[in-house]
Nanobody, 122 residues
């Protein structure tokens, strides 16, 4: 059974940082292109970032480029998203998602975890 379990969300002030994690199981994580997507209240899902199976290729939405960093540890089957210089508009529930065509910015892959809430507020 495929499982994606996100953690690490919380409340941060504008300009602050958070690190999200996603523990994956039930599929060959080390071979999988992985993505993060988010959904703000009342809005549609938004693709945030994607990473190749080796971690050598990373893509970001323009809205987060230069502030967020995606990474992975294939030995732990875990995906990460480092959120820096947070803005109020980053407030959303964040999900790791799979499967995705390599390089795709699909905001709604078939599988997502339960999500982790990020709230940016002073």
């Amino acid at each position: 059974e495929v499982q994606l379990v996100e953690s690490g969300g919380g409340t941060a002030e504008p300009g602050g940082s958070l690190r999200l994690s996603c523990a994956a199981s039930g599929f060959t994580f080390a071979s999988a292109y992985m993505t993060w997507v988010r959904q703000a209240p009342g809005k549609e899902l938004e693709w945030v970032s994607g990473i190749s199976s080796s971690g050598s290729s990373k893509l970001y939405a323009d809205s987060v480029k230069g502030r967020f960093t995606i990474s992975r540890d294939n030995t732990k089957s875990t995906l990460y998203l480092q959120l820096n210089t947070l803005k109020p508009e980053d407030t959303a529930k964040y999900y790791c998602a799979w499967p995705v065509v390599v390089g795709s910015n699909n905001p709604n892959p078939p599988r997502r975890g339960q999500g982790t809430q990020v709230t940016v507020s002073s």
